[in-house]
């Protein structure tokens, strides 16, 4: 007997909350004002140049595979997505960095 997964709402939260959620954030940050123009641009380049980092394995993974390919196998480009182990804490820091500077010099 095989052993078949099945696919739960937990598992659809879960991959929602690790590939999705960072990036919706990053955008939800860059409408927060600056109280300084230049600085606000600033922030908001890094915020935009994180997301795309960090949806830079899974994007790379899906191009990859096109048209009929698995983009989770591990034997082909979906070897990529092991990179996520340094981009995660890598763009979780960067991004909580940004936080704190987007609330504390934020527009009063």
């Not at 899974?58 to 082909?76: D, E, F, I, K, V």
Request: overall charge positive; proline content about 6%.
């Amino acid at each position: 007997m095989d052993f078949i997964p099945v696919k739960t709402a937990m598992s659809d939260t879960v991959l929602f909350i690790v590939f999705v959620l960072p990036v919706f954030l990053s955008v939800a940050l860059c409408f927060i004002k600056d109280s300084k123009t230049y600085r606000g641009i600033i922030l908001n380049t890094i915020l935009a140049l994180n997301a795309l980092f960090y949806m830079s394995p899974l994007l790379y993974a899906y191009w990859a595979t096109r048209p009929n390919g698995n983009m989770w196998s591990g034997n082909g480009p979906g070897a990529i997505l092991w990179f996520y182990f340094i981009v995660f804490p890598f763009c979780g820091l960067v991004l909580l960095l940004l936080l704190v500077l987007k609330l504390v010099f934020r527009k009063r």
